[in-house]
């Protein structure tokens, strides 16, 4: 498993953007394909987008396409969720997940950072 610690949450109006930012801890990251997932209050844990190994492949909820990019550098260890053009129920704590090379789940996951967008 990887260690995983999200940062960059916070507040801000609808139409504005923020990055998200997860770094690893491990040496294997490399071998991880990683996602972002969001919780919003009373509502199930969804998926937002993912990014593979390599980074030649990513695929997005199509709530967040064309708004949400997701990149990772795994030189650092990182992965960063950009988010632009905001809307109120994009509110929720964001979550890093990654998921080993042959694990049928994600098996690491960072303890979330806030997103709140006021309309």
């Known amino acids: 498993q990887v260690q995983l610690v999200e940062s960059g949450g916070g507040l801000v109006q609808a139409g504005g953007s923020l990055r998200l930012s997860c770094a690893a801890s491990g040496r294997t990251f490399g071998n991880y394909d990683m996602g972002w997932f969001r919780q919003a209050p009373g509502k199930e844990r969804e998926f937002v987008a993912l990014?593979?190994?390599?980074?030649?492949?990513?695929r997005y909820a199509d709530s967040v396409k064309g708004r949400f990019t997701i990149s990772r550098d795994n030189a650092e260890n990182m992965v960063y969720l950009q988010m632009n053009n905001l809307r109120p129920d994009d509110t929720a704590v964001y979550y890093c997940?990654?998921?080993?090379?042959?694990?049928?789940?994600?098996?690491?996951w960072g303890q979330g950072t806030q997103v709140t967008v006021s309309s």
């Open positions: 990014i593979n190994w390599s980074g030649a492949r990513t």
């Open positions: 997940a990654g998921q080993g090379l042959g694990s049928p789940t994600y098996d690491s």
